[in-house]
């Protein structure tokens, strides 16, 4: 039981943490929560499975081609989805046409590929210190992703107009930072991110067009949790995620595992509502 | 030859008096209107497709013979996509402007729920293949007909063969959050301990739940020795053999026909993992163990090989079609006419008429007319030719 709880919630903790990553990019350049997150997710499974599966590419070579297919359709987003609602952001329009894109590639990819879960390939024949592939992959990807993601924010360029514009949006562009080229290039990314969470973790939720909720629920939790905007916060409480839902459905079991995890949430959000590492908001005086 | 204007003047006339005899021709011999409603397009198009073949097939022989009583069938067809909203506009508009003389579908039950009500209102004679219990009521819609098993028949089936053939005695009982799934499995453990048996654990797990080993090992320490599963999601089922065999628990799964889907097959990690897993089919459908068809089907299918496809279908979608057209055209064969009344008139005193799927029995009070002994259970893992083999310990 503790073997499966430990090997499922991480793996399961991973790709949640990397779907609240890309919600975080997005959100941080553009000040929109886009619930193509989801989608994304959905869409790194199914590309895996038909670029390497069907097509019959390298593995190596097929993920490059899905994360490259999922930046795109992150930058599909902001032109589409996201600039038409920017300016009056105070009307939440954003998760209107988000969501309405997101589903247009879920009804898309429900004609085109598949109703049914398609299986995922094995990349790698063999288990990695006795752990299947299945298990270690998204965990990797997750500490990948950090580790670039730290890389790309402290050590670069763009990554610091990135923090700039997050930081300030005004204050970037006063500055003559690209803030539009900025916003589009943080959408790619998130793509990217998005359709890896989905890849290395196609092994367990397979190649199906319905893995948009619970990656569009499920990775919007550590996002809330691990305070908006805050990728660290997002890993932690992603993995946390991942462990509290396997072991709920062990020790609850069947639909009430996710009630249990959806009523921790709520009960997290009203003794912490500014997110576990969120600072609490200034009170204007 | 010279072209002069009385000899084109008396030409027309004489084109249009054969058109004017031919129309009263054509009136006499009004066609039979067959409104023919499935999704053929979109995600639930499968069934569709197979059913549609044989709906043309079916229709498209009756005429090449001189039709009914000198009458054609003309099928009218709506993609109904498999969206309720989209087949209740197809059911009126069939209704009230097509006035079609009878309906066959639609063929899944959220769309059949919310037409059901508008054919009975258009007293418009209605054949049914879905299996949600409650949609057939003679009081309530006195038009509509199934002629395949409902929910309950599959309960039947899957029951007899777990306590009376497996005699199993301690069971599980599990099935997916859907509508469907939760009825279900609500329906079968009152039915199991209706008949004695000790149900030691029941669940209702998330269709798309990535682990289901909590779930299996509840119900091993329960005890139990068969374990009943309702989904449909193939998903699903393929996950539950996978942590059947990967906890190495020797338990048969008896159930929805999904258990011997193609999709499920692909997403085993072994194949050894579909062994001893049975599902609710049909007997006019179902190899046995020398490999036959029942002879009916076996001449059926050797009458349709090259004109209709059926290696990448199911069976009983292709014979129940056919049966279904031919259920119109025996109808007005019989009464004469094509009048509502008269068809289900016709319908209502049909006993053990012969279809390819079964033979079909109703009576003004009982329209469920699928036979529940004609319902047995096949093994998962044998799907040939769209049909499986039956499952082993029948007589």
């Known amino acids: 039981m503790i073997e499966s709880i430990i090997s499922y919630g991480l793996a399961m903790g991973a790709a949640y943490a990397l779907i609240a990553v890309a919600y975080n990019v997005m959100f941080s350049t553009s000040r929109v929560f886009s619930f193509t997150a989801g989608a994304l997710g959905m869409l790194g499974g199914v590309c895996g499975a038909l670029f390497i599966d069907r097509l019959g590419l390298p593995g190596v070579v097929g993920l490059l081609a899905t994360l490259a297919f999922c930046a795109v359709v992150g930058v599909v987003t902001e032109f589409v989805a996201v600039r038409p609602v920017l300016r009056s952001l105070d009307q939440h329009l954003y998760v209107l046409s988000t969501l309405a894109l997101c589903l247009m590639i879920q009804q898309f990819t429900a004609i085109e590929w598949s109703t049914v879960p398609q299986p995922f390939p094995q990349l790698i024949p063999v288990d990695l210190l006795g752990i299947r592939e299945r298990f270690w992959m998204p965990v990797v990807a997750c500490v990948l992703v950090v580790g670039g993601l730290e890389l790309l924010y402290r050590h670069s360029m763009i990554g610091r107009a990135f923090l700039a514009i997050a930081e300030d949006n005004f204050a970037a562009r006063a500055l003559g930072l690209p803030e539009r080229g900025l916003r589009v290039a943080s959408y790619a990314l998130a793509g990217a991110i998005g359709g890896l969470a989905g890849f290395a973790s196609g092994g367990i939720m397979l190649a199906f067009f319905a893995n948009v909720s619970p990656f569009n629920f499920y990775g919007f939790i550590p996002v809330a949790l691990g305070s908006i905007g805050n990728n660290r916060g997002a890993i932690v409480a992603g993995i946390a995620l991942g462990l509290f839902q396997q072991a709920a459905n062990f020790l609850v079991g069947g639909v009430f595992s996710s009630v249990a995890v959806f009523s921790v949430f709520i009960v997290a959000l009203l003794i912490v509502p500014q997110g576990l590492f969120g600072a609490p908001p200034a009170r204007r005086v | ?395």
């Open chain 2, 1 to 395: 030859m010279s072209l002069t204007r009385r000899g084109v003047l008396y030409g027309s006339l004489g084109v249009a008096a054969a058109g004017l005899s031919a129309g009263r021709a054509r009136a006499a011999g009004e066609p039979i209107r067959l409104g023919w409603l499935t999704a053929l397009t979109g995600p639930n198009s499968a069934p569709g497709i197979g059913f549609n073949r044989a709906v043309v097939y079916a229709a498209e022989k009756i005429n090449a013979a001189g039709g009914v009583n000198g009458r054609l069938i003309e099928v009218i067809t709506r993609d109904t996509q498999g969206d309720p909203a989209k087949a209740v506009n197809a059911a009126v508009e069939m209704a009230s402007n097509v006035k079609v003389h009878a309906v066959f579908g639609p063929t899944n039950s959220g769309e059949s729920l919310a037409t059901t009500p508008i054919f009975a209102r258009f007293k418009v004679p209605s054949l049914q293949v879905v299996q949600l219990d409650n949609l057939i009521d003679p009081e309530k819609y006195p038009n509509a007909f199934r002629f395949a098993p409902n929910n309950s028949q599959w309960d039947d089936a899957n029951r007899h063969y777990i306590l009376d053939i497996l005699k199993a005695k301690k069971i599980a009982v599990i099935g997916d959050n859907t509508g469907y799934g939760t009825t279900a499995v609500g329906v079968s453990v009152a039915n199991f301990k209706k008949a004695g048996a000790e149900v030691v654990y029941d669940a209702v797990i998330d269709a798309n739940a990535q682990d289901t080993t909590p779930n299996l090992l509840r119900a091993r320490s329960a005890g139990a020795d068969v374990v009943a599963v309702w989904s449909d999601s193939t998903g699903l089922n393929a996950r539950m053999m996978n942590a059947r065999g990967q906890i190495g628990w020797d338990v048969a799964f008896c159930g929805h026909p999904a258990l011997g889907s193609g999709d499920v097959a692909r997403l085993l990690e072994k194949p050894a993992y579909w062994e001893k897993v049975y599902l609710v089919g049909y007997r006019s459908c179902t190899f046995d163990a020398n490999g036959k068809l029942p002879a009916r089907t076996q001449a059926f299918i050797d009458e349709v090989k090259g004109k209709i496809q059926l290696n990448d279908t199911t069976l009983y979608w292709i014979v129940a079609a056919i049966d279904g057209v031919n259920l119109v055209a025996d109808a007005v064969a019989k009464s004469g006419s094509s009048d509502s009344e008269a068809i289900i008139g016709a319908w209502n005193k049909l006993t053990k008429w012969p279809g390819l799927f079964g033979d079909i029995t109703f009576t003004p009070q009982q329209h469920n007319g699928y036979p529940t002994d004609e319902v047995v259970m096949s093994l998962a893992n044998s799907a040939h030719d769209g049909a499986f083999t039956l499952a082993p310990g029948y007589a």
